[in-house]
C-alpha cells in the first residue's frame, strides 16, 4: 500500500487508563484506586500515581492495601466502561491517521505513515498526541517504530522513538517480555540467559523452535521487520438510516404509507444483512416549507419483517399535517438488538408474534412501560413470589415454581376475628359474616431471616384455604407466636 515509502507506527499505552477515567470527573490528590473482585477477593484493579508512591501495586488484596494505605480512595471498577472510553479515544485518534486499531484493553496502535508531514513532523505529532491527552488528564507512554511489535516495546518498557530501519539496536537492550510474549516464556528464557532481545536475536534459531514454538520467533520478526503484522482499523457500526427525496411533494395518507413501506423494505434488507433488528424507528418527513415532523414507534420485539412494521405507523401518520406537501422521507432506526437467523421448523410460532404485535399496537398508544406482566421469584413468601416486569423487555415465564396453590387475588393481611389453631368456624371479613364450610392446611411459612421485612417480623405463619358457605374461598394465616388469623388472598 505504500510502497517506497518507509512504514511508521504509533503505539500509545494508557497505564491508568481506568483510573483516570474515573478521576476526569472527580479528580483527587489523594491516593485513589479502582478495586474489582478477582480470584474471589477484592483487589485493586487500576490505581493513580499517589498511589502508587505508597508501594500499591495492581492485583494486590484491597484489605493488604488499606494497612499500607489507611487514607486510600477507592471505587468500584467498571471494565465496560473502560472499553467504551477506550473506543472513544480510537475514533478521536483518526484525527492523525485514518488507520487506527485497538491495542489490547489499554492502548492503541496508529499507522502513521505519510501523514507525519500534516502536523510538522513525527516529534511535532507525538508532541500534540501527549500534549491533548494530558490536558484531558490521561497519562500516556508512546512508543514509535517501523514496526507495531518495536513501537508496543517501545511504549511499554522504553518511551521513544526508533530510528528508521534500525529497529534491533533500539531494541537490543529491552527484555524479552517486550516481545508481547506469555510470562512463562519471558520467565524460561531469563532462566537460560536470554534476558535481553538483543541475546534472543543472536541465539540459535533451531533449539529456540523445538523449545517454545514458532511463537516465539514470529513474535521477534516482528518487531524487528522481519515478518508483516498488519493492522486491523476498527470499523465504524453499521448506520441504519434510509432516505428517499421526492421530485414532487405528497400529502395523502396513502402516499405516505407507499413511500414509507418501500424505506421498509431497505431498511429491513440492511438489518438482515447485519442479523440486527429494530425496536425504536424515527420516521422523519420533512415539509416544503423545511418544517419536519416526526413519528416514533418502539416495538415489543426486535423486527426486521416490513410486514409487521408498515401496520403500526399508520395511526402516527394519521396525525401529521402534511401542510402543502411533503417532499423528504428519511426512516432511521434508533435502537437495535441482535436478531440472529433462526432454523425454520414445522411448529408455528405465529402466536408468539400475534402477542407481539398486540404488544406493539398498545404501546404506540399508552406507551410499551404501560404494559406490564407478571413473572415468578424465586422466594416462597407470598409477597416475594412475583415480579412486575415490562411486557415488551421480558418473556412469560412458561411455568411457575410453586408446589402449593397460590390465590389469584393477593393483597395485604387484614385481620379477622378468631381464635385457636383452626380457621374460625364464623367470622367477618369486609363487613360481610362468613360461615366455614370447608378448610385446607396448614402451609407453614417461615420468615427468610436474610432479608429485612416489617411484614414478617412476627415469625411463622400457618396458610388455610377456608371455602365458605358464601361462596368465597379465602386465603387465611394465623400466626402461632403471637395468636391471630388473617385473610391475604381470595381463590377465583
Known amino acids: 500500500m505504500f510502497d517506497g515509502i518507509q512504514r511508521r507506527i504509533v503505539s500509545l499505552w494508557f497505564p491508568r487508563l481506568a483510573s483516570d477515567r474515573v478521576l476526569r470527573r472527580r ?37 493488604d492495601a488499606r ?12 471494565p465496560e466502561q473502560d472499553q467504551r472510553f477506550l473506543h472513544l479515544l480510537c475514533r478521536w485518534a483518526t484525527r492523525y491517521c485514518p488507520w487506527v486499531g485497538l491495542e489490547g484493553r489499554d492502548g492503541l496502535v496508529m499507522d502513521i505513515t505519510g501523514s507525519a508531514h500534516l502536523f510538522g513532523g513525527e516529534e511535532a505529532l507525538l508532541a500534540d498526541i501527549r500534549a491533548r491527552l494530558m490536558r484531558s488528564g490521561l497519562s500516556v507512554c508512546i512508543g514509535l517504530a517501523d514496526t507495531r511489535g518495536a513501537a508496543w516495546a517501545l511504549a511499554h518498557y522504553d518511551e521513544g522513538v526508533a530510528t528508521p530501519g534500525e529497529m534491533l539496536p533500539a531494541l537490543r537492550n529491552l527484555p524479552v517480555a517486550a516481545l508481547r510474549i506469555d510470562e512463562q516464556t519471558s520467565v524460561t528464557l531469563q532462566r537460560l540467559g536470554l534476558r535481553s532481545i538483543g541475546a534472543l536475536a543472536q541465539a540459535a ?11 516465539l520467533l514470529l513474535r521477534l520478526d516482528q518487531a524487528l521487520g522481519a515478518q508483516a503484522e498488519e493492522i486491523t482499523p476498527r470499523s465504524d457500526p453499521p448506520h441504519y438510516s434510509i432516505r428517499m ?22 431498511l429491513c434488507a440492511k438489518l438482515k444483512a447485519q442479523e440486527t433488528g429494530a425496536r425504536r424507528l424515527c420516521l422523519t418527513l420533512r415539509r ?103 411486557a415488551a423487555y421480558s418473556d412469560p415465564a412458561k411455568s411457575w415454581g410453586h408446589m402449593q396453590l397460590r390465590p389469584i387475588c393477593l393483597f395485604p393481611p387484614e385481620p379477622i376475628g378468631g381464635s385457636g389453631h383452626r380457621p374460625p368456624t364464623r367470622f367477618n371479613w369486609r363487613r360481610m359474616p362468613l360461615t366455614t364450610e370447608r378448610m385446607t392446611g396448614p402451609e407453614r411459612i417461615a420468615p427468610e431471616w436474610w432479608m429485612q421485612d416489617e411484614n414478617w417480623h412476627s415469625g411463622l405463619r400457618d396458610y388455610w384455604r377456608v371455602y365458605t358457605a358464601q361462596g368465597r374461598r379465602l386465603w387465611l394465616f394465623h400466626t402461632p407466636q403471637n395468636p391471630g388469623w388473617f385473610v391475604q388472598g381470595e381463590f377465583a
Open 67 to 78: 494497612a499500607f494505605c489507611p487514607d486510600l480512595q477507592s471505587h468500584v471498577a467498571d
Open 205 to 215: 534459531r533451531a533449539p529456540l523452535t523445538r523449545r517454545f514454538g514458532p511463537g
Open 245 to 266: 427525496t421526492l421530485p414532487e411533494p405528497i400529502g395523502l395518507l396513502s402516499d405516505v404509507m407507499a413511500g414509507t413501506e418501500r424505506l421498509l423494505a431497505q
Open 27 to 63: 479528580p483527587v490528590d489523594d491516593p485513589f484506586a479502582l478495586t474489582l473482585n478477582q480470584q474471589n477477593s477484592n483487589r485493586i484493579y487500576c490505581l493513580n500515581a499517589a498511589a502508587s508512591d505508597h508501594g500499591l501495586h495492581q492485583g494486590m488484596a484491597y484489605a
Open 288 to 390: 416544503v416549507d423545511q418544517d419536519h415532523q416526526q413519528v416514533e414507534l418502539q416495538l415489543a420485539r426486535a423486527l426486521r419483517d416490513p410486514q409487521r412494521i408498515l401496520p403500526l405507523f399508520e395511526r402516527g401518520l394519521m396525525e401529521i399535517d402534511a401542510g402543502f406537501g411533503i417532499d423528504m422521507l428519511r426512516l432511521a432506526a434508533t435502537q437495535v438488538e441482535a436478531l440472529p437467523v433462526q432454523q425454520i421448523s414445522h411448529v408455528a410460532i405465529g402466536g408468539k408474534n400475534e402477542l407481539d404485535d398486540l404488544i406493539s399496537r398498545l404501546g404506540t398508544r399508552i406507551g410499551l412501560d404501560h404494559i406490564q406482566r407478571v413473572l415468578p421469584a424465586d422466594s416462597h413468601i407470598p409477597e416475594r413470589s412475583f415480579l412486575i416486569a415490562s
